[in-house]
């Protein structure tokens, strides 16, 4: 079976549409979200609604925690998913423009997904199987990693969160980062994913170039609560710069 991993969307629908169409010319099998579709970008509603409409088995990331507890909704299993008061305005202007349908949506979604294949077993998460808003990364010690895998049982384990592509292999197991679709972190601003051949165990990661004065003038148009200069810059430079919401007056369109 060959998966394809998407993660990460951020409300970015240029990034997405350009991924699902590389994805089209990989004769891949099924392809698996891992949440984060809708937070940060200009089309909140969009990407949702792209991954529901082609039926892409997803599993929640934090943030789209983030935004059903905005929208008055608590989730069952959640960990650790509360934003700073700061944050809220934010929120809010994504899920003003989600429609029920998005919400109902995301409130469905589960923790983890799972495949068995030619032997083998393989488990998407978001963040860690026991927390969205957690991490996994290489060069982790031993005790963070148990800490995080104690009891799971997979042989594989595919994750988003932290938009840095990676593979290693611990404790009998390999790790996995997807990378992020609408918003790169290492550097890299093209849309990252991986595609998973569960045959003979092999893992590519792909890049794909998209428009990004496009969905600035999305962002533009839409009014988008984040400063779309400030928005297109951290996009081509792959690296959104972590200033505190409340420091955040002097380059978006909340005070």
């Known amino acids: 079976m060959k998966i394809a991993a998407i993660s990460d969307m951020h409300g970015n629908i240029v990034a997405l549409d350009a991924v699902l169409r590389d994805i089209e010319t990989q004769s891949v099998d099924t392809v698996i979200c891992l949440g984060d579709i809708a937070y940060k970008g200009p089309a909140p509603s969009e990407c949702i609604r792209k991954i529901r409409e082609l039926h892409i088995p997803c599993v929640y990331g934090n943030t ?51 495949i068995e ?49 990676f593979l290693f292999r611990s404790h009998q197991k390999a790790f996995v980062n997807t990378g992020a679709v609408g918003f790169s972190l290492d550097g890299d601003w093209r849309a990252s994913y991986t595609i998973l051949d569960t045959a003979d165990g092999s893992l590519s990661f792909r890049k794909v170039e998209y428009d ?44």
């Open 64 to 114: 789209d925690l983030y935004l059903l507890e905005a929208a008055g909704h608590t989730c069952n299993g959640s960990s650790s998913t509360s934003q700073p008061a700061a944050a809220h305005p934010y929120l809010t202007w994504h899920t003003d423009r989600m429609d029920q349908a998005d919400l109902t949506y995301l409130l469905h979604l589960p923790m983890e997904y799972r």
């Open 117 to 165: 294949s030619d032997g083998q077993s393989f488990l998407f998460v978001h963040g860690t199987p026991k927390d969205c808003n957690a991490a996994i990364r290489p060069g982790d010690t031993m005790e963070h990693l148990a800490k995080h895998i104690d009891e799971v049982q997979a042989d594989w384990i595919i994750m988003g969160h932290i938009h840095t592509p």
């Open 212 to 255: 990004i004065d496009k969905i600035v003038s999305i962002a533009k148009e839409t009014k988008f609560c984040f400063s779309p200069e400030w928005y297109g810059d951290a996009l081509k430079k792959g690296w959104w710069e972590p200033i505190p919401y409340e420091r955040r007056t002097a380059i978006d369109r909340f005070p």
